[in-house]
């Protein structure tokens, strides 16, 4: 090695030496003021009794009390009685007892101990503090007051420069609008915000909120919500994969495998997207929605659509209880099925109505019309009515259907199965007449104003024809096939929802 880097080398250890010297010095804690003071040796070493307006400093931390030894060697303060700390003149600190290490920087306090900042105040009877880092933890309970927000939990940490709690155990945040518990939370001061990891509740006046992780803004009262999230507000429960919840404004918004329980309208409804409204009393649930409604203790029936509307009653909106989906609604029942493209459940009148094409079948027997009324009786189906173009096909035996046509009809029915049907207006028949069970007599082709038919088991079993009948009974294999069939005949059993089945992910 040269003689200059030698050199070098020698002069860039003194600067550091130096330094580190100068660092030391600066770092030492010194007495500012005191009525009286002695010095004293301990078995800790050379040591200063400070008595009376104590006034100590390290650098910019600035110690009160009423009376304290200074350890010189240690560089370490113990003191007493109405201690206070101003540090960097951000962060206060009151107590009863300070013990305090001058080169770790290093601070603990006990007794009625305060620490306040412009954000917050913390109390608690144990206090660590970090003045290096700026970091502050206790691990005996405390109570922290941040605006309306009283936080007490057993564990906490403070992050003074970020201004960030965290907590851990028995964690309880108390609102005027709403209490949360948490098993660990992160909140900061500034921002106004609540991280939870772990089982967490947050209880308002007329709402709930359960999950395992989320956020809670505090200030602008928004919070997203997940894992086993579940929001419970007046008569309905909502799980989802993911919540967001706008309390201010009562809106919630549910993400992936929804679940939404509907109280009042005894209803379950499904789907991976939905909001909720307070305001408009309207919850909407779309991306593979189905619902089941609850008929009696034996069955149900399955709701899909593309998009589901849940209507709560509200006199001031002049909006009464209902259900209403929109574009491809199927229903399943285990006696019922039909489709159509939009459909509407009046709650004050239990009236399930269906729109736009729709078809129901019923064993055998397919009806279809313009609009397609049932009402619902004791939470059983216990009649409907055909408007326009009403037409029903049974299908009586392989090529064979019993047909009635007309402008309207209405119906009753027992156990969801049809017993009577009445045509009013435009009445159209063709009726296969029977000997016996099996055997034919031949068809009954007739016109007929008004009419009314009879079933059994599902099936024609009876016709009765009231206004001008004008018809005639052919034998069974002198009609044409196209003779057979009543003008606008389909049918459609294809198109039949065979099953209950689950649109989304569970």
Known sequence: MSYFAKKFISLFILIIFVQLVNAQQKSRVEILGADLFEGQVTQFGNSK??????????????????????????????????????????????????KYDGNSKQAYMEGNVKMYDKSMTLTTSQLNFDMAN???YYLNNALIISDRNNLTSQYGYYYSRTRNFFFKKNVVLINPEYTMKSDTLMYNTIAKTSYFYGPTVIEGKKDKITCENGWYDTKKEISQFSINAVLYTENKILKADSLFYDRKNTIGKAFNNIELYDSVQKITLYGNYGITNGKTKITYVTQKPFAVMVMDKKDSMFLYADSIFLLQADKKLKQKEAIKAYRKVKIFKSDIQGVCDSLVYQKSDSTLSMFSAPIIWNGVNQITADTIHFYINNNQLDSFELRNNSFLISNEKGPHYNQVKGKNMKGYLDSSNIKYLRVYGNGQSIYYAKEDSINYIGINKIDCSEMEFYFVNKKISKGVFITNPDGFMYPLDELKPEELRLRGFIWREKEKPQKVYYQYKK
Request: glycine share 6%.
């Open 134 to 136: 700026n970091v502050g």
């Open 49 to 98: 009794k400070l008595i009376g307006n104590v006034k100590l400093k390290q650098e910019t931390t600035l110690m009160y009390c009423d009376s304290a030894i200074l350890y010189d060697d240690s560089n370490m303060v113990k003191a007493y009685s109405h201690v206070k700390i101003n540090h960097n003149d951000s962060i206060h600190m009151e107590g009863d007892y300070l």
